[in-house]
Each structure stands twice: as structure tokens, then as C-alpha cells.
């Protein structure tokens, strides 16, 4: 009968509901705390950093689309399928990260989301182990490939809809 206040005592110490001090850490009087975000980028500056970001997503998939027009095998289909995920996970990674206008930001974050649902069909297209593995996948990312959420961002930066090769 003696044991359950000892162990309730025990438990109550563990989970932290002892009663401890609570040490906060002060920055000295002569720090400020450095800025939680970066300041949005300048117009100008944001279209260069979109157009820079994009640039290699959009090449790796016009390298999969004249592959897969000119016939070749799904092996090299799947490593330029590889080259999409990868640089499609790398852009949107930038993208995330970058402090986008406010007029923007809406649509930079319409663009993930459905970035977010390709990307693992990227992923499966690039690992794929067989030709029809492979076209399901490259057509369940194409479902979500962004292409009207994209524009809707190069039309908040002042950049022209972006043509397809």
C-alpha cells in the first residue's frame, strides 16, 4: 500500500510535474534577436529567383517529353523520370524557402500543393520496374503538374505564361 504515493511521486518528477526550476535563456541587453523572416523580395528580384529556381525542373521535364515522343526505352524514360524528381523535390524546396511578394505568396502556395502531389509519382516513375509501372506513375504526376498554378505565380511576379517547347 506504501508503494503508490512513492511511485505516484516518481511519475509526477518524470513527466516534469515536480515543481523544478525553469530556466529561460535572456539574450543580454545588447543583443537583439535576430528577425524571424527574411524580408520579402523586391519585384524584380523575385521574378529572377523564380525563373532561376524553375529553370532546371523544366528543362529535366522537356528531356522527359522528347524522350518519351522519340520512343525511347523505358529505361532511359525512368532515369529522366529520376531527373524530374529530383529537381522537382529541389524546387520546391527553394520555393518554399523563399520570401515571395505578398501578391505572390497565394499562389506559390497553391504551386506546392499540388507539387506536393506529384512529386511522389516522380519519385515511383524514377524507380519504377517496368514500363507500365512506369507510364501509370509519369501519368498520375502529370495529373498535378502544375502548369495553371504556375502561371497564375509567373502572372503575380509580371512574367509571361510560360510556353511549352
Known amino acids: 500500500m506504501h508503494r503508490w504515493p512513492a511511485a ?6 518524470l513527466s516534469g510535474c515536480g515543481g523544478g526550476i ?3 535563456a535572456q539574450l543580454p541587453a545588447w543583443q537583439t534577436p535576430s528577425p524571424t523572416a527574411p524580408a520579402p523580395l523586391a519585384a ?11 529553370a ?3 528543362t529535366a521535364l522537356e528531356e522527359l517529353q522528347e524522350a ?21 523535390a529541389a524546387h520546391a524546396e527553394q520555393l518554399r524557402t523563399t520570401a515571395w511578394p505578398a501578391k505572390a505568396q497565394a ?13 511522389p509519382h516522380w519519385k515511383l516513375a524514377g524507380e519504377a520496374t517496368g514500363a507500365a509501372a512506369l507510364m501509370r506513375e509519369i ?5 498535378h503538374d502544375g502548369g495553371a498554378q ?16
Not at 139 to 143: D, P
Not at 150 to 165: E, T
Open 8 to 13: 505516484l511521486a516518481l511519475v509526477l518528477l
Open 22 to 24: 525553469e530556466r529561460t
Open 44 to 54: 524584380k528580384e523575385a521574378k529572377g529567383r523564380y525563373l532561376a529556381i524553375v
Open 56 to 58: 532546371p525542373y523544366n
Open 68 to 88: 518519351m515522343k522519340a520512343g525511347k526505352p523505358w529505361r532511359t524514360v525512368r532515369t529522366l523520370a529520376r531527373a524530374v524528381a529530383t529537381t522537382n
Open 107 to 119: 499562389p506559390v502556395a497553391a504551386l506546392l500543393k499540388e507539387n506536393d502531389l506529384a512529386l
Open 139 to 143: 501519368r498520375a504526376a502529370a495529373a
Open 150 to 165: 504556375a502561371n497564375k505565380v509567373r502572372a503575380s511576379l509580371g512574367l509571361p505564361v510560360y510556353k511549352k517547347p
